[in-house]
């Protein structure tokens, strides 16, 4: 399945990415990108032909979702609202503390304040009749980057591979942010961000998915800690891994 999706930024199918043990994430499962409301008819109509995406997850907040909204994409793809919380703005540090561990940290505070949000994903991902499925949150960086951190982690995705896959934003990100910026209250949002949040480094993947190891006991814990059953897990990995 194809689709031409000019509009769409920083989109892509997270299939390919490899496993400890050998396997590969499916692709045409999961996909991933910023805000889809700048899609016109024609291109939601491919999103949902060509790609057969059946569920969009919305990492975002009521206010951002009450801020835009796009009538075409909301008749053809039902939507399941997850919000990521990182229960504030994005904090002051030292300067002396390096713009990777600066990100990991605000990162870790999605995991504090949005568990319900984080074992959604994962739930929702675990049950076949919801996919294909579109997550995004506004850039496709931050919130969808630690949603789906922690499922890949969670079924044996290395760690090189969703750093990687995470840096890929970098080679769209100022055609996002751009596009985020015709936008009066993204515009204001985006202007008085610090430094670390308009980047996406492969250092500051790497340092979370450390710290979610130190911290948490890894991915799997983290999600088994919030009620995640074995039988999900399962069902997660059979959904996502071939």
Request: glycine share 8%; aromatic share 4%.
């Amino acid at each position: 399945m194809s689709a031409h999706l000019p509009d769409l930024r920083n989109w892509r199918d997270v299939g390919g990415l490899a496993t400890s043990d050998g396997r590969r994430v499916r692709h045409g499962v999961v996909y991933r990108s910023a805000s889809p409301m700048f899609l016109d008819a024609e291109q939601v109509a491919q999103l949902v032909d060509g790609l057969g995406v059946r569920t969009r997850v919305d990492l975002r907040s009521d206010v951002e979702i009450a801020e835009i909204a796009n009538e075409h994409l909301t008749k053809a793809v039902p939507v399941a609202h997850l919000p990521f919380r990182a229960g504030g703005t994005w904090q002051e540090h030292p300067a002396a503390v390096e713009v990777g561990s600066r990100v990991a940290t605000h990162y870790l505070r999605y995991l504090e304040h949005s568990p319900a949000s984080v074992t959604g994903v994962a739930r929702l991902l675990a049950d076949p009749g919801t996919g294909p499925v579109l997550m995004h949150c506004s850039a496709g960086k931050d919130r969808t980057g630690v949603a789906l951190a922690v499922v890949l982690s969670a079924v044996g995705v290395l760690p090189e591979e969703i750093v990687r896959d995470y840096a890929r934003t970098q080679d769209d990100l100022e055609a996002l942010l751009d596009q985020l910026r015709t936008l009066p209250a993204y515009a204001e949002r985006l202007a008085v961000l610090p430094e670390e949040g308009l980047t996406a480094e492969p250092a500051s993947m790497e340092i979370f998915l450390d710290r979610l190891d130190g911290e948490h006991g890894g991915a799997r814990s983290y999600l088994t800690d919030h009620g995640v059953e074995a039988e999900v897990l399962k069902r997660l990995e059979e959904a996502l891994l071939a």
